[in-house]
């Protein structure tokens, strides 16, 4: 039965990041337009998905170290509930981003954290 536990904690915070790094890019759909040519549309995709490039760098450095992964998912999130109350309209607003956006990334970097003590262990 441990052996299904650490495959599943293993892999679960893998996944989650493909899927939140997929979710990330899926802003980035808006610079199609017809007003745009192909350069515009390169760089705009570029400058969108910068994020979503580096939680792709960190998701490959995590892949083998995954203290990395843990504490920079959970520090972003941090870095998001702080972003999203110095910008929000109101503090609901703020509170429903935070609960999306950080509440997904403390879950994969706590995933992370607990695979790294099982490997430890």
């Known amino acids: 039965m441990a052996k299904k536990t650490n495959k599943f ?3 679960m915070p893998r996944m989650l990041s493909i899927v939140f790094i997929i979710f990330l890019s899926l802003f980035s759909l808006d610079v199609f337009n017809e007003k745009s040519g192909f350069w ?6 570029f400058l ?3 994020l979503a490039l580096i939680f792709l760098i960190v998701l490959i450095i995590s ?3 995954e203290i990395v992964g843990g504490i920079i998912f959970i520090s972003a999130g941090i870095f998001y509930i702080i972003f999203a109350f110095s910008h929000a309209d109101s503090w609901k607003v703020a509170l429903e981003w935070s609960i999306q956006i950080a509440g997904s990334v403390f879950v994969i970097g706590g995933l992370f954290i607990t ?3 099982e490997k430890r262990n």
């Open 63 to 65: 892949w083998k170290h």
């Open 9 to 11: 904690i293993f892999w």
């Open 48 to 50: 969108h998905n910068i």
């Open 40 to 45: 515009q549309i390169l760089a705009g995709l």
């Open 115 to 117: 695979n790294w003590i």
